[in-house]
């Protein structure tokens, strides 16, 4: 029989953040894998597939909503939710353009198990297998997971893996005695986070509304480590200077002395919870202090410690801090999750490689089409991987307009080489309009496309 239960906070989180997408942009919750089948048997394929989806009740569930109230329901078994195809070719054109059509079918929110494959055989043989997964059941780190026990488990079918805590349960144990006083420290940190203030000039939206934005995504080999030299030298960490930098830039573009940005965090700082497979993310807000008179040192310095005393309390009831928030004044409309997580930031590290500060690649500067046009007025992702950084930035023109997001690009660029050369240079020398070297910025930075 199946097993209801209540959501965890991270599973409650996600319920809350796609559930304001627009429908026609709901597939943006989606997950992407690629698993290279080549040299494989069907049969070992599939028995692996099968052994993962029992050992894991977040592929064996669905989510459904009574009274208003989103839960849980896991099944005991489940039909593997992947299609087989016979084709041509399965060389990584195929590979990419498979991947892109199936990442790009939504999941209805309810009823459904939420993430589903597509495995390519040519001549009978594996070729891979394209997994598009719901950001609803799993993060990043649990799709990492599942790939390292599936080649386990094709190299030895009794491969076992330590196991982590499973959703139904760590949502029991979130609503328990045992995490009464983390409960507490996160509706304390909301509260701090309220009486100091919201950016109030960075508007929201109501959920599945649209508005017009911009996205540009800056290359650059040489800023992550640049970032990663920065962070030795000053006893951080290597996103604690790209994020301090960001917080700077939209000082400047809105003329706060404050920025209160909404941090990604994991919560697998336990050994128990890294070994969970599920979705755990949640933004964390922190309010970060931009003084202009301080050094770039006392900046980044001050916004790290600042962010890690958010990290702690990066577990929490979304629907609850709401009813925290109303206490404060309610919005304009009923979207709280973009009312109280206005401006994001988010780091990711893809690999291992770090990224050399002397590496003179020229640097790109690529403007977004269609840029995503719902949810929080301004975010900033960033991915490092193979040795180059990637700076995605979105931003409501009304807010950041195209030559506000270029100059708080170029900041970043100029102040990873100040912070790890000159970190006693003050804040404000980061746009003291000198010219960068290319591998940092372009020198010839195109605008928005029209």
């Known amino acids: 029989m199946p097993v209801e ?10 319920w809350r953040d796609i559930e304001r997408h627009p429908h026609d942009w709901i597939h943006e919750a989606n997950l992407p894998a690629m698993w290279d089948l080549r040299g494989l048997t069907l049969d070992r394929v599939t028995c692996a597939l099968r052994a993962l989806v029992q050992r894991h009740e977040a592929l064996r569930t669905t989510y459904h909503v009574r009274d208003g109230v989103p839960y849980q329901r896991v099944h005991e078994t489940v039909a593997l939710p992947i ?46 297998l394209a997994l598009s997964i719901s950001h609803l059941i799993l993060d990043a780190w649990s799709v990492q ?69 911009l996205e540009a995504t800056l290359h650059s080999r040489r800023i992550g480590g640049l970032a990663h030299a920065a962070a030795k030298r000053l006893g951080v960490t290597a996103p604690a200077v790209v994020m301090a930098l960001v917080a700077a830039g939209v000082a400047r573009q809105t003329g706060a002395d404050r920025v209160t940005m909404s941090l990604m965090a994991s919560n697998r700082f336990s050994a128990g919870n890294q070994r969970a497979v599920g979705t755990l993310n949640q933004l964390v807000p922190v309010v970060l202090p931009v003084d202009q008179g301080a050094t770039l040192a006392e900046h980044v310095r001050g916004l790290h410690w600042a962010a890690t005393k958010a990290y702690r309390h990066g577990s929490y009831d979304i629907d609850r801090m709401a009813e925290v928030a109303a206490e404060y004044g309610r919005p304009e409309h009923g979207c709280w999750f973009n009312h109280l997580l206005r401006c994001w930031f988010n780091y990711l590290q893809i690999d291992d490689r770090i990224a050399d500060p002397a590496d003179d690649s020229p640097a790109e500067l690529v403007w977004t ?10 975010r900033v992702r960033v991915q490092v991987q193979r040795g180059r950084t990637s700076l995605l930035m979105l931003a409501d023109p009304d807010v950041v307009p195209a030559d506000g997001m270029l100059d708080i690009l170029r900041g970043v660029g100029h102040g990873v080489r100040l912070a790890a050369s000159e970190p006693e240079t003050g804040l404000k020398e980061l746009w003291s309009g000198k010219e960068l070297d290319p591998s940092l910025f372009p020198r010839e930075a195109d605008g928005p496309p029209r």
């Open 5 to 14: 239960a209540a959501l965890s906070f991270g599973q409650l989180f996600s």
């Open 83 to 128: 299609e087989f195809v016979e084709r041509d070719g399965g060389d990584q054109q195929e590979a990419e353009r498979t991947a892109a059509e199936l990442i790009g079918r939504p999941f209805p929110m309810e009823g459904n198990l939420n993430w589903r494959g597509l495995l390519v055989s040519v001549k009978g043989e594996p070729k891979f």
């Open 145 to 213: 997971h599942l790939r390292t026990q599936f080649r386990a488990l094709i190299e030895d079918p009794g491969a076992t893996a330590e196991p982590g805590p499973i959703p139904r349960t760590l949502a029991l144990s979130q609503r328990g005695q045992e995490w009464a006083a983390r409960r507490t420290g996160a509706e304390r940190h909301w509260r701090g986070v309220l009486e100091d203030g919201l950016m109030d000039e960075l508007p929201t939206l109501p959920s599945r509304a649209y508005r017009n934005r």
């Open 369 to 378: 089409p269609l840029a995503q046009q719902y949810g929080q007025p301004f």
